[in-house]
C-alpha cells in the first residue's frame, strides 16, 4: 500500500492523476495513513479497498457485504484534510477497543444475537451485525466501492472473498491528483 501510494503520487506528478490498483493483497491497516502520506506532499487523495465479508447489507441478518474502508485527503495549510472511514457505524477495530476496555459505544452500532440493536460492541462483534455508516446508503456506497475495486484491480470482489478467516485476497485502490497540474 506505501508503494502503490507512492507510485499513484509519481504518476499523478507526471500526468495530473495517477491510479494504482492491488489484487489479492491483504489488510492495508490505517487507510488514513497513505492519505496523509500522499496531502501532506500536495496531493489529493482518494482510496479504498474491499474486504472480506463482515456487515449486513441494511435490513439484512448475515453479513454480505464489506465495511470496505474509504480515505479522502485534500492539502490544506499546515497539513491536511482527511477523512478515513469503514463504512460500518463503528469500524471493526474501535469495537474491539471498546469492547477490551469494558466500554460500551456512545450509541448503538449494531445488531445482538436476538436482533436487538446495541451498544454493546461485544454482542455486535459475536453477531457480526454492524450498523452500515448512513444505513442504506452506507450498505450501497459499500457496494458500489467494492464493485469498483474489484473491476479496476481485477481482483475478487466481497463475495467472492468470503468470510475473514484471514483477510486475504482484497482489491484495494489508490488515486493520487497533483493540485499543480490542474490549473496550467
Not at 464489506?66 to 469500524?91: R, W, Y
Amino acid at each position: 500500500a506505501v508503494f502503490a501510494t507512492s507510485r499513484a503520487m509519481k504518476l499523478a506528478s507526471e500526468n495530473g492523476i495517477g491510479l494504482v490498483t492491488l489484487a489479492n493483497t491483504n489488510h492495508w491497516m490505517r487507510g488514513g495513513y497513505y492519505g496523509w502520506k500522499a496531502a501532506r506532499k500536495g496531493f489529493v487523495f482518494i482510496g479504498w479497498a474491499n474486504t472480506c465479508v463482515n456487515m449486513p447489507a441494511w435490513g439484512g441478518k448475515d453479513a454480505r457485504i464489506g465495511n470496505n474502508p474509504f480515505v479522502i485527503a485534500v492539502p490544506h495549510d499546515p497539513e491536511a484534510v482527511v477523512l478515513d472511514f469503514a463504512m460500518t457505524q463503528f469500524s471493526y477495530g474501535k469495537m474491539e477497543a471498546y469492547q477490551h476496555e469494558g466500554r460500551k459505544l456512545p450509541y448503538p452500532g449494531g445488531f445482538n444475537k436476538k436482533g436487538e440493536l446495541t451498544d454493546d460492541p461485544g454482542e455486535i462483534l459475536d453477531a457480526m451485525r454492524p450498523v452500515p455508516v448512513g444505513y442504506w446508503k452506507g450498505a450501497g456506497l459499500s457496494f458500489l466501492l467494492d464493485i469498483l475495486a474489484a473491476s479496476l484491480s481485477g481482483g475478487l470482489s466481497t463475495h467472492q472473498i468470503g468470510g475473514c478467516d484471514k483477510e486475504t485476497n482484497i482489491s484495494q485502490v489508490f488515486i493520487a491528483v497533483d493540485l499543480a497540474k490542474l490549473h496550467n
